[in-house]
């Protein structure tokens, strides 16, 4: 059986759990051995964009000497991968012998529906859902990864489901990070206006790729629409829909 | 021109407000997005074409010294007067004092964003020679006293009441209208007038191209071309980056900057001057002042990485498409550029001490990347600009005058750097962490929070930190020491 090796974002490891578990669980049903380094932590994202890049080159070693042998990297996130993928061999491109080690690592490291599309080649997971969904295209997955099909066709192979457009899919809900905590005018009003295009669609639930636009759509959600839930692709197709934590 | 960067957030919070009050604001961005992407479609390989430019860019950006002596030297030759300032105060002191010499009592200006940064409105005023703005949109700012709302349509935000009220009142028409034609052709009427008796012209420049001296302008109004024609004497301003190698450079980027600008195949008016009129020609000024302006900008040059916001080309398509852009609209980025196009070309402008929330106010979305015909990397240029504030000592943040972070922050960064390589120490952190956290939660999600984290939960919930991590259940179901392979 291949091996793939858990890229777990610290927002899931602390705040969302469920859903590294439910990526397990898929991994799994698709016939793939799923590995957990134990030592990992964060990838350096919250340092590298508050321009803290000495900080953020320490979580970049400290990631690369756990993951550097794995044949596979696989994340529920794009922002993460994006960091390891993109920024990583651009902070240490002034150590020679670090950015080869960098550089070597950033093809074998995939977003979850990438993965399972692009690499196993499978769109059917075996999920079933009776109801309409819409799709956020968030912002490190369909720009920083090029990732849009992929998520859409494992969404179309689910059982029952009816997939909806959505106005604006493709907009920044409004998270970023620090900036939604920092500039909660302009953050509040994006988040706003991206559950608005949610509520428009009709959709019975909104799936998305990235745990960041989750905290901020679904912390959105449970405030001001307790009855309407965002939910992560992982979550969505191991769970059909259900939520299970 | 004013600066009001360092009041952003306070801007932000009033212009969110007037737009929340007027949703159909956040439309016009959209629709000069739509129309850009349908003309772009049309290209046989538009990413190819967008590709292209940030190459002709990047290489005129490299050039930029040789290519700036080579345009000096065959605009001088077309016949052309070329002078260099280094700042604001030279350019507009050269411009009131030619104005002056000739006895200029107005002067008569095409749509000109350089003169916008430089405050040559200002400056000629307070000489008493009156500037009129002669686009339709810089005509109405100019005459409400606003500074521009968009680089492209400076006045999109203003209500077409709002103009016929002006109008009445400046007696550019007689009856009261909100017809978009009667209300231009009021403006037109005053204007013709301006223009019919105009001795000192003064517009900016799009390209000026090294190897034939030319200056090129891009209009719909007509506006630019009858400043340039009409008076006596014609001014150019161009700040130093404009120029460009070839004349086939420039028609690849007038390509570009008509599809993402307005997306128009070209603009209704392409103008192309080499020098005054010349002996045997019937129009054309009789002189030609080109002023290159360098404000600043010789200094982002000298960085290699901040350099490349100088590869702009003012299409505005990275406003029209930022989320933030059409949330805030252009007042809140505090002087004469907005969007990201502004965030990534004013804070080594006016310095980063005075533009910090400019390059932290973006969510790193990417959709300005996206669209930029001229190859900028937005979201990478702000993570520049925010690491230079970090290592506020470097030579690069000095030269941009890098402020320091709060000490909490660089405190908590410093910790999260100890216990970011120690997974001993990141968990204690996490279990340290977890009550205080969530001590105030309720069925698993916190509703509230005081201190540093208010901003989020003013509208948003969050997660309980989970009683057990993704690294705790994983131990419990797969047992401990099960580590793998690679792991040290």
């Known amino acids: 059986m291949k091996d793939v090796s858990l890229f777990i974002p610290c927002t899931v490891d602390l705040f969302l759990p469920h859903i590294g578990e439910a990526m397990v669980s898929l991994l799994q049903r698709v016939g793939v051995n799923p590995l957990y380094h134990r030592g990992q932590t964060c990838c350096g994202q919250p340092a590298m964009n508050a321009g803290y890049r000495r900080e953020a080159k320490k979580a970049a070693k400290h990631f690369i000497e756990l993951f550097g042998n794995d044949e596979a990297i696989v994340a529920p996130s794009g922002s993460c991968v994006c960091m390891v993928k993109h920024h990583y061999p651009v902070l240490l491109g002034d150590e020679p012998e670090w950015f080869r080690r960098a550089s070597e690592l950033a093809p074998r490291v995939y977003e979850l529906s990438q993965y399972l599309v692009d690499v196993l080649r499978v769109s059917d997971v075996g999920a079933a859902f009776t109801g309409s969904v819409a799709y956020h295209e968030s912002c490190h997955i369909l720009r920083g990864l090029g990732v849009s099909t992929q998520p859409k066709a494992l969404i179309s192979a689910v059982k029952g489901v009816k997939p909806l457009s959505m106005n604006q899919g493709d907009f920044c809900c409004g998270f970023g990070g620090e900036f939604a905590n920092h500039y909660p005018d302009i953050s509040e009003a994006m988040v706003q206006d991206k559950v608005q295009c949610y509520l428009e669609s009709g959709a019975d639930l909104l799936i998305l790729c990235e745990p960041g636009c989750l905290l901020n759509i679904g912390g959105y959600l449970s405030r001001h629409h307790p009855g309407k839930r965002a939910m992560h692709l992982a979550s969505f197709l191991a769970h059909s829909g259900r939520d299970e934590r | ?488």
């Open chain 2, 1 to 488: 021109m004013q600066v009001s960067t360092e009041k952003f957030t306070e801007l932000v919070r009033r212009e969110v407000e007037k737009a929340r009050l007027r949703p159909a604001l956040k439309m016009v961005p959209h629709f000069l997005h739509e129309k850009r992407e349908a003309v772009l479609a049309d290209h046989p390989d538009a990413p190819a074409a967008q590709a292209y430019g940030g190459a002709i860019r990047s290489e005129a950006l490299a050039r930029l010294p040789e290519l700036l002596e080579e345009f000096e030297k065959n605009a001088i030759s077309n016949g052309a007067k070329v002078f260099w300032a280094r700042n604001a105060e030279e350019a507009n002191a050269y411009i009131v004092k030619l104005a002056r010499e000739r006895g200029a009592k107005y002067v008569i200006k095409g749509k000109s964003m350089v003169t916008e940064e430089i405050g040559l409105n200002g400056a000629l005023s307070e000489q008493g020679i009156e500037p009129w703005e002669a686009d339709l949109g810089e005509f109405i700012i100019q005459q409400m006293n606003r500074t521009p709302f968009h680089i492209v349509g400076p006045a999109i935000n203003i209500a077409v009441e709002e103009v016929r009220d002006l109008f009445l009142s400046k007696a550019f028409i007689k009856e009261p209208t909100l017809d978009p034609v009667e209300l231009g052709w009021g403006a037109r009427l005053f204007l013709r007038e301006k223009f019919h008796r105009a001795q000192f012209g003064v517009t900016g420049v799009n390209m000026a191209v090294a190897e034939t001296g030319t200056i090129i302008n891009l209009e719909n109004e007509g506006n630019i071309r009858f400043a340039k024609s009409s008076p006596r004497t014609q001014v150019s301003v161009m700040t130093l980056e404009k120029v460009v190698h070839t004349m086939k450079d420039a028609l690849h980027l007038i390509r570009l900057l008509s599809r993402n600008c307005t997306g128009q195949k070209i603009t209704a008016y392409v103008s192309m001057d080499s020098g005054p009129r010349k002996v045997d020609e019937i129009d054309g000024p009789e002189e030609l002042f080109i002023v290159i302006v360098d404000n600043g900008r010789s200094r982002i040059y000298q960085d290699p990485r901040a350099r490349e916001a100088l590869r702009c080309i003012r299409c505005a398509a990275c406003l029209n498409i930022c989320p933030v852009y059409r949330q805030i609209g252009g007042y809140a980025y505090g002087w004469v550029y907005s969007g990201p196009m502004g965030q990534v070309l004013m804070p080594p402008l006016l310095g980063l001490d005075k533009t910090q929330d400019l390059y932290r106010a973006s969510t790193l979305c990417g959709a300005c990347k996206s669209v930029c015909p001229a190859g900028i990397d937005h979201p990478d240029l702000f993570l520049y600009y925010r690491s230079l504030d970090v290592s506020a000592d470097a030579s690069a943040a000095q030269r941009f005058n890098g402020k320091e972070r709060p000490w909490k922050e660089t405190l908590f960064f410093k910790l999260w750097g100890m216990a970011v390589k120690r997974s001993w120490m990141w968990n204690s952190g996490i279990s340290i962490t977890r009550p205080l956290m969530n001590a105030g939660s309720r069925g698993g999600a916190i509703r509230q929070m005081k201190g540093a984290f208010r901003g989020w939960f003013r509208k948003r919930d969050f997660p309980a930190m989970a009683e057990e991590t993704f690294r705790e259940r994983w131990e419990k179901t797969v047992g401990k020491g099960t580590d793998f392979k690679s792991v040290p």
